[in-house]
């Protein structure tokens, strides 16, 4: 076979057009430079065996839930319990069956940009989702570990159809529609747990960059309402707005100086 040159084994590679005997002649192919592009083909290779593989296993609890004969089975976490400020919000999401979205993890594994890539992928391939929201002034009356409840019951009652089982990242819901099951770090087990922390966590951050344009000097686009150095100094200078979480103690004791 007449050798290909460098420019156009990595225009076949990127394009996904190279034939499997091509793999191996190129393997042989004694050039340094085609040696070191064969190098990071094997391991983009390696790397998509693996994301295929941890795909697969975390489809293990939706699975076990369609065996059981669910026909529905929703995804649920939330985002924003930590911040010292902004909402908590929730996410309930049921995934067709068969979805598909290598890759997919535990919303905080992911960067920002593959984040809202699969926001938009999930919100238009999910069979349905709901989203619940829950203000900082709520969050100081009923103490954010209710808030969080309330949030997630608000997105499980968005759904259409209502679910026949629902996985909960780490908390247990009651009095809810059907039956449930609470997995600890969820998001990385569950697919459909996974779906649901990528668009709680991606409707939060858009919620905060809203609010930085009203704050700016708090720099909420960046800190997202935690508690950086900077978002400390500005509030012992500025005083709390009106979307701080004044039960929070951080918050609570910079007031009391103030």
């Known amino acids: 076979m007449e050798k290909l040159s460098i420019s156009v084994i990595k225009q076949l590679i990127k394009d996904g057009e190279v ?10 192919d004694e050039r340094k430079g085609v040696q070191k592009i064969m190098k990071s083909y094997e391991k983009q290779i390696q790397k998509e065996r693996e994301l295929e593989k941890n ?4 489809c293990v609890y939706e699975n076990k839930a369609y065996n059981r004969g669910a026909k529905f089975v929703a995804g649920i976490d939330e985002a924003g319990r930590g911040p010292l400020a902004g909402p908590v919000v929730a996410c309930a999401v049921i995934l067709p069956p068969d979805f598909r979205l290598i890759g997919l993890n535990d919303s905080k594994q992911l960067n920002e940009r593959v984040r809202e890539k699969f926001y938009t992928i999930i919100k238009e391939r999910a069979l349905s989702y709901g989203i619940g929201i829950v203000d900082s002034k709520t969050i100081d009356e009923i103490n954010i570990f209710e808030a969080t409840k309330l949030a ?15 996985l909960i990242d780490a908390v ?10 609470s997995i600890i770090k969820g998001d990385a087990k569950s697919i459909s747990i ?4 990528v668009l709680a966590k991606v409707t939060r951050d858009h919620i905060m960059r809203e609010i930085h ?14 508690g950086t150095k900077h978002h400390m100094d500005t509030l012992l200078e500025s005083g709390a707005t009106p979307y701080h979480r004044k039960s929070f103690a951080p918050v609570r004791n910079v007031i009391e100086k103030v």
């Open 152 to 166: 997630m019951r608000q997105a499980v009652m968005q759904l259409k159809p209502q679910p026949d089982h629902l």
């Open 55 to 58: 795909y697969l296993e975390m």
């Open 213 to 226: 344009n009203e704050y700016p000097a708090f720099d909420f686009a960046s800190n997202m309402g935690y």
């Open 194 to 197: 996974a779906a649901a922390s």
């Open 172 to 181: 247990e819901l009651t009095s809810l529609p059907c039956t449930s099951e």
């Open 19 to 28: 034939k499997e005997e091509q793999i191996e002649q190129l393997k042989k």
